[in-house]
């Protein structure tokens, strides 16, 4: 429940409480991740029902380096390899063959996991302290706003934690982008990595894969229609009215709109803390003038088509 400095003393505790079953918040450079010990299946259990998570969702396991990847998967093909070595410790999960001993729950009964390392050094230094992977999704209920900061963590979800790790401010932002290497690779979700940047890794180009099924276990995280929404409705729009609250580029013609940066790393670092902020104001509702087209703003474009989709 208390939110921490991440002293070797509070790290230390919060390791022994994941090797007990407990649930943690931590901090990673994406966003606030939800903790819990991979391999324990009253913890994932626990993980599942704090965040309200339909079971069809899987989660992300975290590892402390690509050394590990063999404790969850099974094989990792050579793009994966290519991937990992570029990318790791960073905001880039892969989808690979799961070990037989990996939990279905945490897989939603898919024959495949989805695995990252983290570039936070609070999260590699729970990872090493705790000596195993760790289950953690973000530390939101499910289908609501990511937390970017550890005060974000919704106070009803803060109180079954056993402790969260302050780290600051996340630098990245937005949750990591997803590839499936289990076959040509693809894109399942667009997030902290770019498009562009796995293609130059690749040497080819990595398609975002097609939508998911209406119903049934997803690929990865992050697939369903809505998702990442604040409580007040949202609504993207070409130009935001001086009336309305929201997000904006230029010059705000209120004290409920944001001026939001023009580049898409800035304005991913802080979509999340602003829309917090402005979910706490009781608009009627938040307008977000649309981000520029283009693959640079794929991930920003991604969050907020989700977030403006009907419930």
């Known amino acids: 429940m208390p939110i921490l400095p991440p002293t070797d003393d509070a790290i230390a505790a919060a390791a022994a409480a994941l090797r007990r079953g407990e649930l943690v918040g931590l901090p990673t ?18 993980t599942f029902a704090a965040k309200r998570r339909p079971s069809e969702n899987p989660l992300i396991v975290h590892i402390a380096s690509a050394g590990d990847l063999p404790l969850v998967a099974r094989t990792i093909p050579p793009a994966a390899q290519v991937l990992a070595a ?18 279905d729950a945490v897989t939603a009964g898919m024959d495949t996991v989805a695995v990252r390392v983290p570039d936070h050094n609070i999260a590699l230094a729970l990872l090493r302290a705790v000596g195993a992977p760790l ?8 289908m609501r706003l990511s937390p970017t ?26 949750e990591s982008t997803v ?29 975002l894969a097609d939508a998911a099924p209406a119903s049934g276990p997803r690929a990865a ?45 800035s304005y ?7 829309l917090h902020a402005l ?4 608009a009627r509702e938040l307008v977000v003038q649309a981000p520029p087209a283009g693959v640079a703003w794929e991930a920003i474009a991604d969050r907020l088509r989700k977030a403006a989709a009907a419930g």
Not at 86 to 103: C, D, I, S, Y
């Open 149 to 174: 900061t550890a005060h974000d963590i919704e106070p009803g979800l803060q109180q079954k934690l056993a402790c969260t790790l302050d780290g600051g401010p996340c630098r990245i932002g937005l």
């Open 179 to 207: 590839v499936d290497c289990t076959g040509a690779p693809r894109v399942l979700r667009p997030g902290g990595v770019p498009r562009e940047a796995l293609a130059r890794a690749l040497g080819c180009e990595v398609p």
């Open 29 to 46: 450079e994406t966003v606030y991740g939800l903790a819990a010990l991979a391999s324990d299946p009253a913890a994932v259990a626990r």
């Open 268 to 274: 991913g670092a802080s979509l999340y803390r602003v």
């Open 135 to 142: 289950a953690a999704p973000s530390a939101n209920t499910f």
């Open 221 to 265: 995280p992050g697939m369903y229609a809505r998702h990442y929404a604040p409580r007040t409705p949202l609504r993207l729009a070409t130009t935001i009215g001086p009336d309305d609250a929201g997000l904006c580029f230029g010059v705000p013609a209120n004290s409920w709109q944001v001026a939001m940066p023009t580049d898409p790393e």
């Open 86 to 103: 570029a990318f790791w410790p960073g905001p880039l999960t892969l989808v690979l063959p799961r070990q037989p001993h990996v939990l």
């Open 279 to 282: 979910d706490a104001l009781g």
